[in-house]
């Protein structure tokens, strides 16, 4: 990482936060109440940091375009708004991670797609919403991830340069879009990434296999 760096951020599913116990929880509970049986919390837990239609699609077996996407699509969504934070935890590493970038003055950041309407009630549960100098959801801007618009509208609310930024992702988009905006990408290889996926191929600077060695890569301030 380059010692210029000067901001951090990060996507929220997956990197920051272990959400998959309790997404998961909302797609076997929409399973239960449609007939269906649920499954372990790992059988889903590679399809989270895709969305909440992707785990509608895995869990129904069909496609975004079938006729009962969009009703499972709310309902997963209905469910998993009353059960925000019951399971979800940090990654081990996470907040000895965000403790010292507090003490460097470093701010730090979140830019997810998880819509603002989730996010936020789910970074209060957590305390997160004081201590994050900016965050950026899926319908924040007309943009999301892949494209570079939210991690560029970011840096510019922190005001710090692109090129002084570092983002941190668990997904091949978070790293194209970090790319796209020219800043140095770390990739969580701990997120959620499916079993035929590697983190390896999507061009990130860095790969991490866990929570605890980002720090590894950021400098000494």
Not at 81 to 95: P, S, W
Request: aromatic letters at 8%; glycine letters at 8%.
């Amino acid at each position: 990482m380059p010692e210029n760096t000067q901001c951090v951020l990060f996507d929220l599913d997956g990197t920051l936060l272990d959400t998959a116990p309790d997404l998961a929880g909302a797609l076997n509970a929409v399973l239960i109440d449609e007939g269906r049986l649920p499954s372990e919390i790992d059988v889903w837990r590679p399809y989270v940091s895709q969305g909440a239609m992707a785990l509608v699609c895995a869990g129904f077996g069909i496609t975004p375009e079938s006729s009962d996407a969009k009703r499972l699509w709310r309902k997963l969504l209905d469910h998993y708004a009353q059960h925000l934070c019951e399971q979800t935890r940090f990654f081990d590493g996470i907040e000895e991670l965000l403790d010292l970038l507090s003490a460097r003055n470093t701010p730090w950041g979140i830019v997810t797609n998880k819509p603002e309407f989730l996010t936020t009630p789910l970074l209060h549960q957590l305390g997160l919403h004081r201590r994050s100098a900016v965050t950026v959801c899926g319908d924040t801007l007309e943009f999301k991830k892949p494209h570079p618009a939210p991690l560029l509208f970011a840096a510019e609310k922190v005001g710090i340069l692109p090129a002084s930024t570092v983002f941190v992702g668990d997904d091949r988009r978070d790293i194209e879009a970090g790319r796209a905006a020219e800043m140095k990408t770390i990739a969580a290889g701990y997120g959620y990434i499916g079993p035929d996926e590697s983190a390896a191929d999507w061009g990130a600077d860095v790969v991490v296999d866990r929570a605890c060695e980002i720090k590894l890569h950021l400098p000494k301030f």
